[in-house]
């Protein structure tokens, strides 16, 4: 079983940036792939990033060149710096592990972005 403790959402306006944090407890999550996605109000759940064991990442289309993905496996967490903020970017963004079949997903945490 793998915890989450996502932070660093809010509202933002536009063109701004925000940091999210996931710290993960409860495997050896530096096997994981560690990713990112986000659910608009009445959308599916989309990928927005994810990033494999060995560092390999993996954009949505609609983030490429204004969002990033990275890892710290000595604490068990994953980043997402995300700049150039758009109102389209405005959904809850889920924390999620992967590995061998196993799926795991954070709460969420909700990013808004509007002036």
């Known amino acids: 079983q793998v915890q989450f403790v996502e932070s660093g959402g809010g509202l933002v306006q536009p063109g701004g940036s925000l940091r999210l944090s996931c710290a993960a407890s409860g495997s050896i999550l530096s096997i994981y792939t560690m990713g990112w996605y986000r659910q608009a109000p009445g959308k599916l759940r989309e990928l927005v990033a994810k990033v494999t064991s060995r560092g390999s990442t993996n954009y949505g289309d609609s983030v490429k060149g204004r969002f990033t993905i990275s890892r710290d496996n000595a604490r068990n967490t994953v980043f997402l710096q995300m700049n150039s903020l758009k109102p389209e970017d405005t959904a809850v963004y889920y924390c999620?592990?992967?590995?061998?079949?196993?799926?795991?997903w954070g709460q969420g945490t909700q990013v808004t972005v509007s002036s």
């Open positions: 999620s592990a992967a590995y061998a079949g196993d799926l795991y």
